[in-house]
């Protein structure tokens, strides 16, 4: 029996320069279906960081151009697979949240209509403001763009429009397919924290953007040592940073903090698997006080569950069905240092080991890529594996 023809339209880690959370979560799922379909692999080039980083008006004009040119690249490789006529029974596509990235959407899956007619279209949407209110002509290309998918997998039902017919979203088409991580960072026996903990050791492992909620931790941090608590915690921080201005102004405020007890860590982007896997064995508090409004279910926060550690995060998209509060860590209301040094406070009376423990049994659950391979097999229709041994399809 001839296996099916998967023809994904994605970034990829190595596309990037980096280790990125969509590219990880594209990679699982195009690991889940390799025994089940032929893979083939279009690369989608981005900019990663660089719109955020861009702050006068000609580094927006060549983000924007260079988005452009990424975008006609896509198209023309996208038609030259058209060309080779060969089937394709899923086209697998990331929509984006932006406004230049919804007209690469429509522009993309119009594109996929005339040259694969046939062919499921899978959307899988990991941005959390995907759903965010339009109008226009914005809203009329959501509209077009989500009419057209087969299958529309979404990370949780709390990031669905509370309007769907509005988006042009057909219900009966969506697949609740939660986030995973990929194998190597799920370690075969999870560390077992020292409880009470001192120091209390927290970890912000993220890209370093204001929104993200490191500036927030580092305040909190301050806060405490006001209170003459600094000695009793320890704060690590790893990720891409967006400028070498935002970094120094970071490392001098951290440094103002070690006069007061408090060991402030700073590094650089994590890119080695096994790093992630010895800093969260080595941490008892995962943080991510996060409002970013790309932010959906935090591909992060679940590296951290899985390793053990407990978490700290806002009340935010869907943080919650990771996090419960209490059992597995705590959750926040908003990026407020005051409410979260209070929490940081309480973790250190709390059995952080246990909440620890318990958010690992949780991320094995519903978390874990073994129960996430038979609803994405059952959101497509795919039974049985098929010739498990052939490699991947090449790149187009």
């Not at 195009?30 to 702050?55: F, M």
């Not at 609740?176 to 209390?200: C, F, G, H, M, Y």
């Not at 001098?252 to 650089?268: F, K, M, P, Q, T």
């Not at 991510?288 to 591909?299: D, V």
């Amino acid at each position: 029996m001839t296996r099916p023809t998967f023809l994904a339209l994605a970034a990829t880690n190595s596309a990037q320069g980096g280790v990125t959370g969509a590219a990880i979560g594209t990679e699982v799922v195009l690991d889940i279906l390799l025994p089940y379909c032929r893979i083939e692999l279009i690369e989608l080039k981005t900019n990663g960081l660089g719109n955020l980083a861009a702050v006068t008006p000609l580094e927006r004009l060549r983000s924007a151009v260079g988005a452009t040119i990424m975008s006609v690249d896509l198209l023309t490789r996208l038609a030259m697979r058209g060309l080779q006529r060969a089937k394709v029974d899923y086209v697998y596509f990331l929509p984006a949240a932006s406004k230049m990235g919804m007209m690469r959407n429509a522009v993309t899956v119009f594109v996929v209509r005339q040259l694969f007619r046939n062919a499921a279209l899978v959307f899988h949407i990991r941005n959390g403001n995907y759903f965010a209110s339009m109008t226009g002509l914005m809203a009329y290309l959501h509209r077009y763009v989500n009419k057209q998918a087969n299958n529309i997998l979404v990370l949780s039902p709390s990031l669905l429009p509370e309007d769907p017919a509005a988006c042009g979203f057909d219900l009966q088409k969506v697949c609740i397919l939660p986030n995973t991580i990929d194998a190597a960072l799920i370690p075969e026996q999870v560390p077992v924290k020292p409880s009470p903990p001192r120091p209390l050791k927290v970890l912000y492992l993220s890209n370093f953007i204001k929104e993200k909620g490191y500036l927030a931790l580092l305040e909190a941090g301050e806060i405490l040592c006001q209170r003459g608590m600094g000695d009793q915690f320890s704060f690590t921080f790893r990720g891409k940073w967006l400028s070498a201005e935002d970094r120094c102004a970071f490392e001098n405020r951290a440094a103002e903090l070690s006069v007061h007890g408090l060991n402030v860590d700073i590094g650089d982007t994590v890119v080695e698997r096994c790093e992630v896997q010895r800093l969260h064995s080595q941490h008892h508090i995962f943080c991510l006080p996060t409002c970013y409004a790309a932010e959906a279910q935090p591909r992060s926060i679940l590296e951290a569950m899985a390793n053990g550690c407990a978490i700290v995060a806002t009340r935010y998209r869907s943080i919650p069905d990771q996090v419960k509060s209490g059992e597995t860590g705590f959750l926040i209301d908003g990026q407020d240092p005051h409410r979260l040094a209070d929490t940081l406070q309480e973790c250190a009376r709390a059995d952080i080991a246990g909440m620890g423990q318990a958010g690992a049994e949780l991320f094995q659950q519903d978390f874990s890529p073994q129960s996430i391979k038979s609803q994405l097999l059952e959101a497509l229709s795919l039974q049985g594996p098929m010739d498990a041994d052939l490699p991947r399809g090449a790149d187009v």
